[in-house]
């Protein structure tokens, strides 16, 4: 079985009109890291999970999708 995350960050953080440096700033990460969670690259631990999913005023789950195969 295939098991993999993804995430709705890019369109939240558009939507809500932010640019990937002020996301990194409200959380507390780099924009290089945004950047690697928005193309998938990198799964954020689970604090910084529920921290992204706090800044878009979002459950955990609604920003991160857990897919199975």
């Known amino acids: 079985m295939k098991e ?12 809500k009109q932010a640019t990937q440096e002020e996301v990194a700033h409200k959380i507390g990460v780099s924009r290089q890291t945004v950047f690697a969670i928005e193309k998938g690259n990198y799964i954020p631990s689970l604090l910084l999970g529920i921290k992204i999913a706090k800044f878009f005023k979002k459950k955990v789950e609604e920003v991160f999708i857990y897919h199975e195969k």
């Open 4 to 15: 993999y995350v993804t995430n709705k960050v890019s369109d939240l953080r558009k939507q």
